[in-house]
C-alpha cells in the first residue's frame, strides 16, 4: 500500500469542474513533482490533500485511513502539513510566534523543542531573526519561516506549493538543498515547482498536469529526458 493515494479525485468550483479525475500516489520517502502550466490544477490538488478544499468525487488515502472525509486540523494531527504558495506568514508576528503557531497540534513540549531545534540548525538565519517580526524578512527568509512552520508540526507528508517563487537564483539553490535535507532526514515531500528542472533533479518521481488531469507520469529522469516535457516546461 501506497503511504498516500489519490483516486479519481474531482473537484469543483461552483458549477466548474476543475480536477477531472486524478490519480496520483505516493511512497514513503519519496519526492514527487507535481509539474504544469498556470491553471493546472496543481495547487487546487495540494489543497485538496490537505483537507482545504473537499472533493467532489473520488477518494485519498493516507495509510490506509480516508482523509477526504476529515477536516483540515485532523489531517494536521495525521502527519501532513502544506507550505502554501505567497508563504503567508503572519507579518506582525515574530518568526518565534510563527513557528509556536505550526506547532498548534503538539502537545509534547520537549518533541516541539527538538524540532525547532533542527530547523535553526536547518535554517540558520531564521535563529539569527527568532525575535524579528516576519513581515521584515526578507522574500526568501519569509519562504524558509513557511517550510519550517510547516515542519512544526512533526509530519509525515509536507505539501510544498511554489518554494522558489520570486526568489533569486542563489536563494533557489537553498531552498531546494534544504528540501532534500529535509527528505533525508524521513519526511515525504510532494513538490509544486514552477522551476521545472530543478523540481525534477531533486524528485523521484514525477506527474504532468494538463487542465486538470494526469497526463503523463514518470521517474523523473525519464521526464527530464521526455521531448514534450522539455518543449513544455524546459526550454526545449
Same mark, same amino acid.
Do not use: C
Given at each position: ?16 469542474? @476543475? ?10 520517502? #519519496? ?63 515574530? @518568526? ?10 503538539? &502537545? ?53 506549493? #511554489?518554494?522558489?517563487?520570486?526568489? =533569486?537564483?542563489?536563494? @533557489? ?7 532534500? &535535507? ?13 522551476? =521545472? ?12 498536469? #494538463?487542465?486538470? &488531469?494526469? @497526463? ?7 521526464l527530464l529526458a521526455d ?10
Open positions: 500500500m501506497s503511504l498516500l493515494t489519490l483516486s479519481d479525485i474531482r473537484v469543483r468550483y461552483g458549477s466548474v469542474e @476543475v480536477l477531472h479525475g486524478i490519480n496520483l500516489r505516493v511512497e514513503e520517502g #519519496e519526492i514527487v513533482t507535481i509539474l504544469g502550466a498556470n491553471g493546472a490544477g496543481k495547487t487546487t490538488t495540494l489543497t485538496t490533500i490537505s483537507g482545504l478544499r473537499k472533493p467532489s468525487g473520488g477518494s485519498i488515502l493516507f495509510q490506509g485511513r480516508p482523509l477526504h472525509t476529515i477536516p483540515s486540523h485532523e489531517i494536521v494531527r495525521l502527519g501532513i502539513t502544506q507550505s502554501p504558495e505567497g508563504r503567508r506568514v503572519f507579518g506582525t508576528l515574530s @518568526v518565534r510566534e510563527n513557528l509556536d503557531l505550526g506547532a498548534f497540534t503538539s &502537545k509534547d513540549r520537549g518533541r516541539s523543542a527538538k524540532i525547532r531545534k533542527w530547523i535553526f540548525d536547518l535554517f540558520p538565519r531564521l535563529a539569527e531573526r527568532e525575535g524579528q517580526l516576519a513581515g521584515t524578512l526578507s522574500g526568501g527568509e519569509q519562504q524558509m519561516l513557511a517550510i519550517a512552520r510547516a515542519l512544526m508540526a512533526d509530519p509525515k507528508v509536507l505539501l510544498l506549493d #511554489e518554494p522558489s517563487l520570486g526568489l =533569486a537564483p542563489l536563494l @533557489v539553490r537553498s531552498i531546494f538543498d534544504s528540501v532534500r &535535507k529535509i527528505n533525508r532526514q524521513g519526511v515525504t515531500v510532494i513538490l509544486v515547482e514552477q522551476n =521545472a528542472r530543478a523540481a525534477l533533479k531533486l524528485a523521484a518521481r514525477g506527474y504532468v498536469l #494538463e487542465v486538470g &488531469k494526469v @497526463v503523463m507520469e514518470d521517474r523523473a529522469e525519464n521531448a514534450s516535457v522539455r518543449e513544455a516546461y524546459l526550454g526545449g
